[in-house]
């Protein structure tokens, strides 16, 4: 990178200064989680991905202008070919510019790549896992092996990274399932947070069916667990509870019944080089392409031309027979 590049912080219209970077690194998955994606999907012709190349010199555009920590996600990362590469590139940068590069995965894939993701710098790790029951899981995911996954978040820990579950709580479906997965993150150190079904992207069903208020998941786990408020903000999404005497932490994440955009530093990358810069607006930027008309010059302007239209806050509502708030599914920009 040459010295007179500009290092100057990128801050949005409302003050917001940016400092989290999701990637989406694929839009395919090898599962079809029934609230994420339909069962039949139309994927991105491999013509419009972006190059492990592009994305990375994208992302460190991002950590030269102060983004301080980087989350790979998807679909699913690890079916991405070739990962690990942009894993080791990004990784570099941790310890010095980056305070954390990290993962969201669905885990059937950790076996193999847990040792590696270590290797290049990650500590913690997103495991999305609704519930624990084999059926439920193989209903939930559509063809899930809840054995596969388990093992993955073994060969994780084993290989010395922290792992946080990710659960969607979703009504008739894995709601009875919360405090025995509260119980297991317990037994096994790991913290867990659940999170609200957003609107995103049209699926088979009407979400409305499933839509369960974290509010009310909460009064019931107050009854069955010592939790304390811990006030620690990050800047996400996320309110926190420790539970007591444990090692665990709860975090709820709850778009629908808690707004939390005032504090929001992040922006998404998708797997085309476009930049999104809230999950609930359809405003985007084509970032590859000012890359490849420009080079790193109209990639500065147009990723500064983004954050003028980073909106206030999303309006996320559910609504029987209400259109999706955005078209695109959760997979598009990594959640
Ligand atoms: N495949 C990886 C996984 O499942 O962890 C990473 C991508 S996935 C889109 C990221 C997170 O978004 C997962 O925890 C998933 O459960 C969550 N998610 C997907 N669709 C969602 C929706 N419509 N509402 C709320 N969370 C959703
Ligand atoms: Fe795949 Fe993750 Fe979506 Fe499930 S939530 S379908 S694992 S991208």
Redesign the pocket.
């Known amino acids: 990178m040459t010295e007179n590049r500009t290092h100057a912080p990128l801050v949005d219209g409302f003050g917001r200064t940016i400092r989290y970077l999701r990637i989406s690194v694929t839009d395919r998955?090898d599962l079809r989680?029934r609230?994420?994606m339909a069962e039949e999907m139309t994927f991105l012709p491999r013509a419009k991905i972006a190059t492990l190349e592009e994305l990375a010199v994208i992302a460190e555009r991002f950590i030269a202008r102060g983004v301080r920590k980087v989350r790979l996600?998807?679909?699913?990362?690890l079916v991405r070919r070739d990962v690990q590469q942009l894993v080791q590139r990004l990784g570099r940068h941790v310890g010095t510019a980056l305070d954390e590069l990290t993962m969201?995965?669905?885990g059937t894939r950790l076996r193999e790549h847990a040792a590696a993701l270590y290797d290049a710098g990650i500590r913690r790790l997103?495991?999305?896992v609704?519930t624990l029951d084999a059926d439920r899981f193989r209903f939930i995911t559509r063809h899930g092996d809840i054995a596969q996954v388990l093992d993955g978040i073994a060969a994780a820990r084993d290989a010395g990274l922290a792992v946080k579950i990710?659960m969607?709580a979703l009504k008739g479906l894995n709601e009875d399932d919360i405090p025995a997965m509260l119980d297991w993150c317990i037994a096994q150190e790991h913290d867990l947070t659940l999170?609200?079904?957003?609107p995103?992207g049209a699926i088979d069903e009407d979400r409305t069916d499933r839509f369960l208020p974290l509010t009310a998941v909460k009064d019931r786990l107050d009854t069955l667990f010592p939790l304390v408020r811990d006030a620690d903000g990050t800047g996400g999404p996320a309110r926190y509870w420790r539970v007591d005497g444990t090692g665990t932490r709860l975090g709820l994440i709850s778009p629908l019944t808690a707004n939390f955009c005032d504090g929001c530093n992040r922006v998404r990358l998708t797997t085309e080089g476009r930049l999104y810069t809230c999950l609930g607006h359809d405003d985007q930027r084509d970032l590859r392409g000012a890359l490849r008309d420009g080079g790193v010059a109209a990639l500065d302007a147009a990723i500064e031309d983004a954050l003028t239209t980073k909106p206030r806050r999303h309006d996320f509502r559910i609504a029987r027979d209400a259109a999706p708030a955005v078209a695109r599914h959760?997979?598009v920009t990594?959640?």
């Open positions: 998955c989680c609230y994420c996600s998807g679909g699913e990362p969201t995965t669905n997103n495991v999305s609704d990710n969607v999170i609200e079904t957003m995103l959760m997979s990594g959640g």
